[in-house]
């Protein structure tokens, strides 16, 4: 079992060498209030766990030169970010740093006992290619609401199956370490935050569109779960007084007129209407459809398929100024799958939010893409096992 720190002070040292890389016992100091000799107690006493390690001598300050220290360098976490059709599996050292990152298709609808198996067979794949002997924490996104506290995700309209599933306890007893689990938009918006676009931000909202939608909430630096950990369930959010029926059970839901799923079903229709010629020779060639499809129709100037992207970008512009209006973020991010519509739908976003939104709100407000694509996932889950195993136990 890994060692764990033995108060606040160490877990605040593992974090600041986990964010900003080896450091002297000086540049610590410079950013932890304590004591230059409570400090070194603290040092030493992780030198001792094995979590951290010297490293080589510090640029000098005057005087006898310090040794940096840094996270072990055997310490291994493993991210695992489970969408609606397909996983992500990663492996980081202690810095977060992707060390190897396999994708696999996966319809997520299949189960928690076959998603699982493949799950530990890309872990095992991993391990197999010298990457990690074990692993210290494992951290887990799932594409539904989850009761964070225990791991269990709860009602899950995309998941069949998954109801009241043990996935934390389950996948601890498979691969033997901790485990952490969480919503999919949260590790999103933690990964962005880590090694992404919303690395200097402290507030922000991180919204990803894919088969479904929503929304990871930070404040101050930390993710805003709610009581239950259903915060930022946008797709839910009603957009249309009588709309399409939703997978959640009520209609006219954001997700029900524009994700991945309503997307494709809206460029079927575009296609065998005739409205859309390009879109037309997509659905005959392949005998389906997907967003991949609408942002190359797009790309040659396809009508309804850009017509298809702006209304879709108006809806989810349209429920993020209300969200804009009410948390006053100082970044939007923008990711998930139907992200690769690229900037006619951020376009489409960004107007209807600055339109709608209170100057005071908006007139500083960035509404960017996501950096990482699909490793800020993996990326985020690595970040929330790394923050429990570098807490006190």
Not at 167 to 172: D, H, Q
Request: net charge negative.
């Amino acid at each position: 079992m890994t060692a764990r720190p033995a108060n606040a002070h160490q877990a605040r040292l593992l974090r600041l060498l986990r964010d900003g890389g080896p450091n002297s016992r000086a540049q610590m100091g410079d950013q932890i209030d304590l004591s230059r000799s409570k400090l070194a107690v603290e040092v030493d006493r992780l030198l001792e766990t094995g979590l951290v390690v010297a490293d080589g001598l510090a640029a000098s300050r005057g005087g006898r030169r310090s040794h940096n220290i840094r996270l072990a360098p055997g310490l291994r976490f493993l991210g695992v970010d489970i969408g609606a059709t397909s996983i992500d599996v990663a492996v980081t050292n202690a810095e977060l740093e992707v060390l190897g990152h396999l994708n696999h298709p996966m319809d997520v609808r299949e189960g928690p006992v076959v998603v699982f198996e493949r799950i530990l067979e890309m872990a095992a794949k991993l391990r197999a290619a010298g990457l990690a002997e074990g692993f210290d924490g494992a951290g887990i996104g799932v594409p539904g609401p989850v009761r964070f506290p225990e791991g269990v995700p709860v009602a899950p309209p995309i998941m069949p199956g998954w109801d009241g599933f043990p996935v934390r306890e389950a996948l601890s007893q498979e691969l033997g370490c901790p485990v952490m689990v969480d919503n999919d938009v949260n590790l999103m918006a933690l990964g962005e935050q880590h090694a992404g676009v919303a690395r200097s931000v402290g507030d922000f909202l991180c919204v990803k569109i894919g088969t479904g939608i929503g929304c990871g909430i930070v404040v101050g630096g930390e993710v805003h779960r709610g009581v239950t950990g259903s915060a930022g369930d946008i797709g839910h959010i009603r957009v249309e007084a009588d709309g399409r029926a939703c997978a959640c059970g009520n209609k006219g839901c954001l997700e029900a007129h524009f994700s991945g799923a309503a997307l494709a079903q809206d460029a079927v229709e575009a296609a065998r209407s005739g409205r859309s010629p390009a879109l037309a020779a997509r659905l005959e060639a392949s005998g389906q459809l997907s967003a991949v499809d609408v942002a190359a129709a797009a790309a040659v100037g396809d009508a309804a398929a850009l017509e298809l992207i702006r209304e879709g970008g108006n809806r989810v512009g349209q429920v993020i100024a209300g969200l804009v209006s009410f948390f006053n973020p100082a970044l939007v991010v923008i990711g998930g799958g139907v992200t690769g519509l690229g900037h006619t739908l951020l376009a489409s976003i960004r107007s209807q939010v600055y339109r709608q939104s209170l100057p005071l709100a908006t007139g500083n407000l960035p509404i960017v893409l996501g950096e990482l694509g699909p490793t800020a996932g993996v990326i985020g889950a690595a970040r929330l096992i790394s923050d429990h195993v570098f807490s006190p136990a």
